[in-house]
Structures are given as C-alpha cells and as structure tokens.
T-cell receptor
Framework: DQQVKQNSPSLSVQEGRISILNCDYT??????FLWYKKYPAEGPTFLIS?????DKNEDGRFTVFLNKSAKHLSLHIVPSQPGDSAVYFC?????????????FGQGTILTVHP | SAVISQKPSRDICQRGTSLTIQCQVD?????MFWYRQQPGQSLTLIAT?????????ESGFVIDKFPISRPNLTFSTLTVSNMSPEDSSIYLC?????????FGPGTRLTVL
C-alpha cells in the first residue's frame, strides 16, 4: 500500500520556467510533509517542509503548497535552474512520530534544460 | 548539521553471502535509522537503530535478515544476511538531529 505517491516519474523543464512536482497521500494521520532533493551518489538532502496547519510555505525559489482536502501537495521551483536537476522525493510524517520515520514517495526525476 | 559517512559505498556480492555496512556520524545525534531503496521504489524504513539494545524493526523486516548494531551514539552497522538478488538496493543510514533528518550517501548493493 503506497501511502505517498508521486505519479510522475520524470519532468523536463526549460531553464527559467516553473517546475511543478506533485505528490498525493492517503493517510489522514500525516500532518507534516517534506521535500528532499537527491543527486546521484549522494543521500537525499532536506529542501523544504510544510505543516498541515498551513497551506503554503515559501523559501526563496521553492514553494510548497498543501491541499489537505485533496490530500495533495506540490513543490514549485521558480525560476528553474540546471543545477536543480535531481530526483525529488516527497515525504510525510504522522503526528508524534520521530523525524526518522518518514514515508516516502517514489521520487520524480527533474531535468532542467539550459 | 550532521555529516554521515557510509562504508562501503558500493559492493557486488554473491548469493548466500552477507555484507555489513558501516555508518558513522560526525556529531552526536538522538536517533539513527536504516532505509532501503529498491530499484524504482521509494525509500522504505527498515529499522530504528537503538543505542546499546536491539533495533526496532518495521513490518516486513526481521532481525535474522537485517541484524543492526549501534554500540554508541555516532556509529551503527547494518548486515544484509544470506543475500539474494532481491536484496539488490541502495541502503541508507540516517540520523535525526534537533529538527531534521540527515542522510548518508548510501551503499549500492548488487547481489548476483
């Protein structure tokens, strides 16, 4: 049972345009969501997060939107840069659980073309 | 932030053998975990590495197959026992600091 799903395995975007990565979840107990970025041969690194009490969180070029009723979140990158090319993982955490016990999506490979 | 190193970074092993992966954190952390990422799949939590006691395993993972040690706050090992090709994965060590989780670079294991 895949509780966190990233239905797009890959996304290709032109430099300077917006990248939108999507994530859906099924578990109503999830109340904290994170995005991780992963380069080849490296471990995932934390990018941005959002609590379920918010519907938007912004950090520079990165914005995460949360639609609780639809159990959907998205990561927007504006403007996209070639250095953003990586695998992006959506992850979710249930209330009261350690940060270590994340449930991950399958990942989306983002390619930003110069 | 914490820096995590893993050894080996990759290995190719024969069916039926065992491999021990080492994880070292450069600072004291509260908790350490082991994840697995099978080809085309998401990262899946294997277990919580408890200091000085038996690890806590997630559903579908057992100690006989994945024995874990954590003798101190900054070091842990994961052994993949009696390997089969289905164990071919990336194994990641993670550590939780005060407010986030840090990932090691992973160990890419191929079982022939």
């Amino acid at each position: 049972d895949q509780q966190v799903k990233q239905n797009s395995p890959s996304l290709s975007v032109q430099e300077g345009r917006i990248s939108i990565l999507n994530c859906d979840y099924t578990n109503s107990m999830f109340d904290y969501f994170l995005w991780y970025k992963k380069y080849p041969a490296e471990g995932p690194t934390f990018l941005i997060s959002i609590s379920s009490i918010k519907d938007k969180n912004e950090d520079g070029r990165f914005t995460v939107f949360l639609n609780k009723s639809a159990k959907h979140l998205s990561l927007h990158i504006v403007p996209s840069q070639p250095g953003d090319s990586a695998v992006y993982f959506c992850a979710a955490l249930a209330g009261g659980t350690s940060y270590g016990k994340l449930t991950f999506g399958q990942g989306t490979i983002l390619t930003v073309h110069p | 932030s914490a820096v995590i190193s893993q050894k080996p970074s990759r290995d190719i092993c024969q069916r039926g053998t065992s491999l021990t992966i080492q994880c070292q954190v450069d600072s004291q952390v509260t908790m350490m975990f082991w994840y697995r990422q099978q080809p085309g799949q998401s990262l899946t939590l294997i277990a919580t590495a408890n200091q000085g006691s038996e690890a806590t395993y997630e559903s579908g993972f057992v100690i006989d197959k994945f024995p874990i040690s954590r003798p101190n706050l900054t070091f842990s090992t994961l052994t993949v026992s009696n390997m089969s090709p289905e164990d071919s994965s990336i194994y990641l060590c993670t550590a939780v600091g005060t407010d986030t989780q840090y990932f090691g670079p992973g160990t890419r294991l191929t079982v022939l």
